[in-house]
């Protein structure tokens, strides 16, 4: 199981960070995966980490923003955001599976967690 927490209100310009939380003793076997869905949009790509945490990618329009990172002892994957605007507005989820920016390609998600961010 995945636990996604940490999203809540912030002004433009602040900063957010997402925590991932699993259950399992071979979480770290998996790669990790932040996605996010706006009203109205389909869910999209942001952020993945492969499982030792020596390789991430990331969407175009968090690039220099975000930073992905995990801690396999603590069995938790982080999003850093910074400099935040109103257009990342979304539900953000996380998910582990197979190193991908297909959202289609991993196998277990959490139930997301509301960012909001206001101008």
């Known amino acids: 199981q995945l636990q996604a927490s940490g999203g809540g209100l912030v002004q433009a310009g602040g900063s957010l960070r997402l925590s991932c939380a699993a259950s399992?003793?071979?979480?770290?076997?998996?790669?990790v995966g932040w996605f996010r869905q706006a009203p109205g949009k389909e869910r999209e790509f942001v952020a993945a980490?492969?499982?030792?945490?020596?390789?991430?990618n990331y969407a175009d329009s968090v690039k220099g923003r975000f930073t992905i990172s995990r801690d396999n002892a603590k069995n938790t994957v982080y999003l850093q955001m910074i400099s935040l605007k109103p257009e990342d507005t979304a539900v953000y989820y996380c998910a582990a599976g197979p190193y991908s920016s297909y959202d289609w390609a991993y196998n277990y998600w959490g139930q997301g967690t509301q960012v909001t961010v206001s101008s």
């Open positions: 980490i492969n499982w030792s945490g020596g390789s991430a």
């Open positions: 399992g003793r071979t979480f770290s076997s998996y790669a």
